[in-house]
């Protein structure tokens, strides 16, 4: 009996550990009453928080994570990409100041080139370029078997979503993303897709049911052949992988690099029950283990949106409504990330 009750606590144990091993949480910075970056890196690591991500290599914030467990996806900053593309010692400078400078004391996993490149600017053409530029200086570097390089898109490159089996980029994006799916396949590297339930509801409420965004939906919303859907979430993330199979890219894991739920701004879609609903369900979602109906039997490694409300951040008042903690580090909804 005392085995028994061991190898449970063990398995216990094992499951609770992996399954924190798919939450990570996005780190932003434009609030004006936050913590210390070393305050911040504490509070991960007190919450068994094990993944962070941050949208640019911020000296004091890498200096803070040396010698921690906390895995880190960083992006190149949008205005760096054009620069790191067509200069030849660009990429190389960027992952040696970076990157190389820091590891193996920072536990880099991702590079993520840009995040959500409008279609229409300038940098656009020059993403497939830079990742492919990164990669062969991480490679140089000794660090390409440790560190994928990937960007970070909005589900807005689909021309088509619903049904999620008949997801489609749409013909304008396909000049940008087809060269970066190829480099995906060719480094076995993930797509970064940043998935918001939030803003698929408030566009077509009429449609989309708030239990179908907020996980709480008590059966099958939509049946798509023999796939069938409770949640959006899940949806977004088909029609994605639907897409790639499409472009190629049937052997593409796809990382959520964001998703969250505002707490404020814009009632009552945006409201703290709606957003402490939607983080509870979609972290047991994603920690459960039972993939989507696509891509059953496994986690989806997911990057909440943000761990802090940041009240300088630009956009919609909702915008700096998306913290799962206060500035003064108080949680918001009282959730276990471990």
Known sequence: MTTVLALLALFLLIARISGAQYIGISYGLNGNSLPSKQDVINLYNRNGIHRMRIYAPVPEVLNALRGTNIELLVDVANEDIQSIATNPSAAV??????????????????????????????????????????????????????????????????????????????????????????????????????????????????????????????????????????????????????????????????????????????????????????YWNVISHVKSGKGTPRRPGRGIETYLFAMFDENQKPGAQTERHFGLFFPDQQPKYGIAFD
Do not use: C, M
Request: proline fraction near 7%.
């Open 93 to 278: 400078n960027w992952v040696q100041n970076n990157i190389k400078k820091y590891s193996p004391a920072v536990k880099f996993r991702y590079i993520s080139v840009g995040s959500e490149v409008p279609l229409s600017s300038n940098i656009a053409q020059y993403v497939g370029p830079a990742i492919e530029k990164i990669q062969n200086a991480l490679a140089s570097a000794g660090l390409q078997n440790q560190i994928k390089v990937s960007t970070s898109i909005s589900a807005g490159l689909l021309s088509v979503s619903y049904p999620p089996s008949q997801g489609l980029f749409s013909n304008e994006a396909k000049p940008f993303i087809k060269p970066i799916i190829d480099l995906l396949v060719r480094n076995n590297a993930p797509l970064l897709v940043n998935v918001y339930p939030y803003f698929s509801y408030i566009g077509d409420p009429v449609d989309i049911s708030l239990d179908y965004a907020l996980f709480t939906s008590r059966g099958i919303v939509v049946q798509d052949g023999s796939f069938g859907y409770q949640n959006i979430f899940d949806a977004i993330l088909d029609a994605h992988y639907a897409a790639l199979e499409k472009e190629g890219g049937s052997s593409v894991n796809i990382v959520v690099s964001e998703t969250g739920w505002p707490s404020d701004g814009n009632p009552p879609a945006a409201s703290f029950a709606n957003a402490g609903t939607y």
